[in-house]
């Protein structure tokens, strides 16, 4: 498996896999009004341009010549980073790739000491995975997000271990 920088001609091929990844996950855990409104506000190509140019890198694995998800992690301050995005396409969920996927793009920040990330309360599955490869969590936060919604989500952190 590889890991690649993804550049903004990469926007369309995300943005397909986002809405598909969506679609098929989220309806059960926040509706499927919230899920149209989210993918049109952040899933588009042009709105995924705008967050590689505002400073999220985004990560493709690869794999057999396939893409098997998407990340994005921004440097907030030395040392700190959020993961904006951690996605593995439907039907390669499950196989032990997400902890290797995510190794690999942690390795991507070889200055780290936190790692924060946010997860829908409900996404048990996820905060279960995050739970797994070393993230506690933080704090519980409700972010308004427009259109009358509210992301209900648990702030996760990782911290590197001090040696």
């Given at each position: 498996?590889?890991?690649?920088l993804a550049?903004?001609?990469?926007?369309?091929?995300?943005?397909?896999?986002?809405?598909?990844?969506?679609?098929?996950?989220?309806?059960?855990?926040?509706?499927?009004?919230?899920?149209?409104?989210?993918?049109?506000?952040?899933?588009?190509?042009?709105?995924?341009?705008?967050?590689?140019?505002?400073?999220?890198?985004?990560?493709?694995?690869?794999?057999?010549?396939?893409?098997?998800?998407?990340?994005?992690?921004?440097?907030?301050?030395?040392?700190?980073?959020?993961?904006?995005?951690?996605?593995?396409?439907?039907?390669?969920?499950?196989?032990?790739?997400?902890?290797?996927?995510?190794?690999?793009?942690?390795?991507?920040?070889p200055d780290?000491?936190?790692?924060?990330?946010?997860?829908?309360?409900?996404?048990?599955?996820?905060?279960?995975?995050?739970?797994?490869?070393?993230?506690?969590?933080e704090s519980?936060?409700?972010?308004?997000?427009?259109?009358?919604?509210?992301?209900?989500?648990?702030?996760?952190?990782?911290?590197?271990?001090?040696?």
């Amino acid at each position: 498996m590889t890991l690649r920088l993804a550049t903004e001609a990469d926007a369309g091929l995300i943005s397909e896999m986002a809405h598909r990844i969506w679609r098929a996950h989220y309806p059960s855990v926040i509706g499927s009004e919230q899920v149209e409104y989210m993918l049109n506000l952040n899933y588009t190509p042009e709105a995924l341009v705008k967050q590689m140019q505002a400073g999220q890198q985004f990560f493709l694995p690869e794999w057999e010549n396939q893409v098997l998800g998407y990340a994005a992690v921004s440097k907030q301050e030395p040392g700190k980073y959020f993961l904006h995005k951690f996605y593995i396409d439907n039907g390669r969920r499950g196989a032990g790739m997400g902890k290797i996927i995510l190794e690999r793009v942690l390795a991507q920040c070889p200055d780290m000491t936190e790692m924060r990330l946010t997860v829908n309360r409900q996404n048990f599955k996820s905060i279960n995975f995050y739970f797994k490869v070393g993230f506690v969590i933080e704090s519980c936060i409700d972010i308004p997000i427009g259109g009358g919604y509210e992301m209900n989500d648990f702030q996760m952190v990782f911290r590197t271990p001090v040696v």
